[in-house]
């Protein structure tokens, strides 16, 4: 079986983000917490690189692909705040408080995500800017690369 396509630009802005919030966090003494979010760290990044590794996708699907991973932070973020204040499991206070925590930490992520995949960019070579370009198939494929026959 044949594991799916990871777009390896946004798995590592993804997850060093993640790491750096999650060094943050853990710093501040909520490693518990950190640790028990870098599970969904991982599985989120994984879930973004994936969808992204696409060719082509719709409307829909790029925004269900930024819904899924949001709607987990603030089930998250609602059972965080459940934590702290005991409520009924379908009280309007804790999609509140999933909403207040859960939004603003999936948006700092994704937002710093997005700052480290552009610096990785940066500092990848591009074709054209002063790298050789790629062999020509036909040269490689006479066994002598860059010597046309």
């Known amino acids: 079986m044949r594991s799916p396509a990871l777009d390896p630009t946004i798995l590592r802005g993804n997850l060093v983000s993640g790491a750096l919030w999650l060094l943050l966090l853990a ?43 949001w709607l987990v932070a603030v089930a998250l973020g609602a059972g965080l705040a459940a934590t702290i204040e005991p409520a009924d499991a379908l009280s309007p206070s804790l999609l509140y408080f999933g909403l207040v925590i859960g939004t603003p930490a999936y948006l700092a992520w994704q937002l710093s995500a997005l700052a480290v995949r552009q610096f990785l960019l940066w500092r990848s070579p591009r074709p054209g800017l002063g790298t050789a370009p790629p062999p020509r198939g036909g040269d490689l494929a006479r066994g002598r690369p860059g010597v046309a026959g």
């Open 27 to 69: 710093c501040l003494g909520a490693w518990p917490l950190a640790l028990a979010l870098t599970a969904y760290v991982v599985a989120a990044g994984v879930f973004l690189a994936a969808v992204y590794a696409r060719d082509t996708l719709t409307r829909v699907q790029e925004a269900a692909a930024w819904a899924a991973p």
